[in-house]
């Protein structure tokens, strides 16, 4: 089967910095994404990893280690925006490419106090 | 900025009814796709389309569901035969490309439905 885990909720006060953990296991793999949601509105896109190691967005940054088949979402100098949910999702293309499927993770609900 | 439109925004229907989910994918994108979100829960693959064609279906896209671009603008989900089961919020989402750069999916707003 396919499987991405994510620690369901992490609390954190503003100006802190959180890390979001995704372990998967799936069938294919071609990347790491990760999406923002806001009180189950449209998910945004944050960030993408297709190789190892570290990406850098601003407040956010992105880890991918393949060989663990983990990876992280950091978030630094929260603010009370910050508060929404967070699902990693792998990018799993079939062969031919003609599609580009989201498998999406459990989801993490982040909650940003003052 | 452009954006994927998804109307109705809440759809309530009977069991057994009939449902059309529209969409208006970013008009110069090639890859088409429905994801379901039941309340609470994560975000789940149904279809992504290309060419005029299903590239790809998850074991939810049963017969009960098709796919449609009747035009060169819309993208639409239809479920023949609602059951209480198919209440979620059902998000469009299109792609510029498959392989290549993020392959970020820009999603629609979402359409929420209620089967009763």
């Known amino acids: 089967g396919q499987s991405l885990e994510q620690p369901s909720e992490v609390t954190a006060v503003e100006g802190a910095i959180v890390q979001i953990n995704c372990t998967y296991q799936?069938?294919?793999?071609?990347?790491l994404s990760w999406y923002q949601q806001h009180d189950g509105g449209a998910p945004t896109f944050l960030s993408y990893n297709g190789l190892d190691g570290l990406e850098e967005t601003g407040r956010f940054s992105s880890f991918l280690s393949r060989s663990d088949s983990y990876g992280y979402l950091l978030l630094q100098e929260l603010q009370m925006k910050d508060s929404a949910s967070y699902f990693c999702?792998?990018?799993?293309?079939?062969?031919?490419?003609?599609?580009?499927?989201?498998?999406f993770g459990t989801g993490t609900l982040l909650a940003v106090q003052p | 900025e452009p954006e994927v439109t998804q109307t109705p925004s809440h759809q309530v229907t009977q069991m057994g009814q009939e449902v059309i989910l529209r969409c208006v994918p970013i008009s110069n994108h090639l890859y088409f796709y429905w994801y379901r979100q039941i309340l609470g829960q994560k975000v789940e693959f149904l279809v992504s389309?290309?060419?005029?064609?299903?590239?790809?279906k998850s074991e939810i896209f049963d017969d009960q569901f098709s796919v449609e671009r009747p035009d060169g603008s819309n993208f639409t989900l239809k479920i023949r035969s609602t059951k209480l089961e198919d209440s979620a919020m059902y998000f469009c989402a299109s792609s510029e490309r498959a392989r290549g750069g993020t392959g970020e999916l820009f999603f629609g707003e979402g359409s929420r439905l209620t089967v009763l």
């Open positions: 999702a792998v990018r799993s293309p079939l062969g031919g490419g003609a599609t580009n499927k989201l498998i």
């Open positions: 799936t069938s294919g793999f071609y990347g």
């Open positions: 389309f290309y060419n005029n064609e299903i590239s790809e």
